[in-house]
């Protein structure tokens, strides 16, 4: 059985502007400028029973107290960081590390991906070797710690200067101040650097919201696809597995975390293939504000399962409360 979210509204916005220590201008592609659903297919919303006392809580419920997510297709699009943070990086890293040469921090993450270069190739590159290197480190999508860190750097700039703003799903925010309203606590997991993940979540459209998140978990961690890791992370929080219910739309993510004790859910938003092993809801035509019925009910752009469909305990289950 599975649970999934669904895409509720534009995805992406940005402003382009002059990256200022360049002349020259960036700009993400038009067509990925905005994305909006199909006003004809609304979002759906997962629902997690939040029981009015903890008294409520029996039988066979899971109790959450904390709510670990990924950010790419669960919270704001992965268009924005494919098609957006991605190309603006590699269009200034060239720029930025002649620039910043003499920068004690860019010197240590430089040397890091040297090492790594070295380790791999048996050959130390030069300095001004590095741009062509990582640029092809990011088109394949490379989750080293130099680059994730180098990345973060360039995009503190772009940030700064208005150059994108990364959109929120617009079941998100709502979800997320409900469910710290209820004592639930919030984190993040992503394979992007710390640093990265505080950066978007203090430049969203809604503003700076780094405050409803308790951790920023990253590779430093351990891989995402990895039982050890979310272990690593259950240890850090202080909670035992069984109550952290894990988000993310990549399965393999799901199974490690699964295989950890976690409690998951797949997020199933545009392009997502949902999956057959978590717990996951497909679209309903139902229009989701009738689903709504705080403060029992919180919604994060899910519906339930339609009648007649068998659901697990896991999926139907899961209370939520401190």
């Not at 990256?19 to 960036?26: D, E, P, R």
């Not at 199909?38 to 066979?60: F, Q, V």
């Not at 269009?91 to 270069?117: G, K, M, N």
């Not at 780094?210 to 920023?216: A, G, K, M, R, V």
Request: charged letters at 20%.
């Amino acid at each position: 059985m599975k649970s999934s979210l669904c895409c509720a509204s534009k995805a992406i916005s940005f402003l382009s502007r002059p990256t200022q220590s360049t002349g020259s201008t960036w700009a993400p592609p038009q067509r990925c400028a905005r994305f909006v659903s199909s006003p004809t297919k609304p979002a759906g919303s997962l629902t997690i029973r939040i029981p009015e006392s903890i008294n409520g809580i029996a039988g066979n419920r899971r109790m959450v107290r904390y709510v670990l997510m990924d950010i790419e297709g669960t919270v704001i699009s992965v268009a924005f960081v494919r098609e957006i943070l991605f190309p603006f990086a590699k269009h200034r890293l060239a720029s930025f590390l002649h620039e910043r040469r003499y920068d004690p921090d860019v010197l240590r993450w430089t040397a890091v991906c040297q090492d790594a270069i070295e380790h791999e190739s048996g050959t130390r590159p030069a300095y001004e070797k590095l741009p062509v290197m990582l640029t092809g480190w990011i088109d394949q999508d490379r989750k080293l710690a130099g680059l994730k860190a180098l990345q973060g750097m360039i995009w503190d700039e772009g940030y700064r200067q208005r150059a994108f703003v990364p959109e929120l799903y617009v079941d998100v925010l709502p979800a997320l101040t409900q469910w710290r309203a209820r004592g639930i606590r919030l984190g993040i997991y992503s394979s992007g650097s710390e640093q990265a993940q505080r950066l978007l979540f203090a430049h969203t459209n809604a503003g700076d919201v780094t405050s409803l998140f308790e951790h920023f978990f990253d590779t430093s961690v351990g891989e995402k696809q990895t039982a050890s890791s979310y272990r690593t992370i259950s240890e850090q929080i202080g909670l035992s597995p069984h109550h952290i219910l894990f988000l993310s739309d990549a399965e393999r993510e799901l199974d490690a975390a699964a295989l950890a004790g976690f409690m998951t859910a797949h997020i199933v938003r545009p392009g997502t293939v949902a999956s057959t092993l978590h717990p996951t809801h497909p679209d309903s035509h139902a229009p989701s504000p009738r689903r709504i019925n705080l403060p029992t009910d919180v919604l994060f752009g899910m519906h339930r399962k339609p009648q007649g469909e068998v659901t697990s305990s896991t999926s139907t289950q899961i209370a939520c409360g401190t």
